[in-house]
């Protein structure tokens, strides 16, 4: 069983950075592609982010978040990060880490129904 454990969260003003941890446990690391949603309040979980299993390591962006947030994976530490730049009020929401047993393609990699685990989410506030 896969558990996924998200850390990083926080109170940050606009314009300030942060950095989502998520860590995996119970399965080999190295065959999921991990993927970042996001619940803002009142609004329905969308992507944020992906990147695959493969050595490649392909990623895939929203478009609200592309040019400012970078995800990334360490295979030797088993955990998956989000680097969230220039951070925006309209970037508030709860944050969670998704794990998709060897997604392939784009089409599987940014859609939520395609990832099999998720952590218990964590929270980001952006004041103006």
């Known amino acids: 069983q896969v558990q996924l454990v998200e850390s990083g969260g926080g109170l940050v003003q606009a314009g300030e950075s942060l950095r989502l941890s998520c860590t995996f446990s119970?399965?080999?690391?190295?065959?999921?592609?991990m993927g970042w949603f996001r619940q803002p309040p009142g609004a329905e979980r969308e992507f944020v982010a992906a990147?695959?299993?493969?050595?490649?390591?392909?990623?895939y962006y929203g478009d609200r978040v592309k040019g400012r947030f970078i995800v990334s994976r360490d295979n030797t530490k088993n955990a998956a990060y989000l680097q969230m730049n220039n951070l925006a009020p309209e970037d508030t929401a709860v944050y969670y880490c998704a794990a998709g047993g060897l997604l392939i393609g784009e089409t599987e990699l940014t859609m939520s129904n395609q990832y099999e685990y998720w952590g218990q989410g964590t929270q980001v506030t952006v004041s103006p």
């Open positions: 119970g399965r080999t690391f190295n065959s999921y592609a």
């Open positions: 990147i695959s299993w493969s050595d490649d390591s392909k990623v």
